[in-house]
């Protein structure tokens, strides 16, 4: 029997080259912004939406890397709350390598899954990054992944440019 580290993992890369159409507006008590969070916030957050994902990148990072590369200007990251507001999300955007933007880290926390806030909060932040005219912003998923992934994010405009078998430690 294979260990599950070492079991091999399809990852899903895909891309948007063009404006995704524009979010609709909501009439829910949530909401969603640019936000630069401290480390334990971020640390939080990160946890409760990517444990049950098996998200462990950002936790393997030193504390001082981590807490550099959050209060640099290489990350956007959109928080979505609801009205106390409790984080119920994020969508964090790595522009290091802009004009191409890598979309890092997508997720809502298992409480608030099923209510349409993650399509909603995915068509905000790609609206919103879009206005820096990326050439483009791109992605990977895995079967580790929810397994909603590649259907949400073919539905905010993404493509499929490679699928392939990769370990799991080089994600």
């Known amino acids: 029997m294979n260990e599950p580290n070492t079991v091999p993992v399809q990852v899903t890369y895909m891309e948007l080259r063009e404006s995704a159409t524009p979010p609709i507006?909501?009439?829910?008590?949530?909401?969603?912004?640019?936000?630069?969070?401290s480390l334990?916030?971020?640390l939080t957050l990160y946890r409760s939406v990517g444990a049950p994902l098996r998200w462990d990148q950002r936790l393997q990072m030193a504390e001082s890397e981590l807490r550099e590369l959050l209060g640099g200007g290489s990350l956007s990251i959109y928080v979505l709350r609801n009205l106390q507001g409790h984080a119920l999300g994020f969508c964090e955007f790595d522009l290091s390598a802009f004009p191409e933007i890598e979309l890092k880290n997508f997720g809502l926390i298992p409480g608030a899954q099923g209510r349409g806030l993650g399509a909603w909060l995915l068509?905000?932040?790609i609206h919103e990054i879009w206005q820096s005219s990326?050439?483009?912003?791109?992605?990977?998923?895995?079967?580790?992944?929810?397994?909603?992934?590649?259907?949400?994010?073919?539905?905010?405009?993404?493509?499929?440019?490679?699928?392939?078998?990769?370990?799991?430690?080089?994600l």
């Open 134 to 170: 990326p050439t483009r912003i791109w992605l990977h998923t895995d079967t580790w992944d929810h397994p909603a992934a590649v259907r949400v994010y073919e539905r905010a405009g993404f493509r499929v440019y490679d699928v392939r078998d990769e370990a799991p430690g080089i």
């Open 123 to 125: 068509a905000v932040a």
């Open 40 to 42: 334990d916030e971020y």
């Open 25 to 37: 507006q909501r009439c829910g008590v949530e909401r969603i912004a640019l936000e630069r969070l």
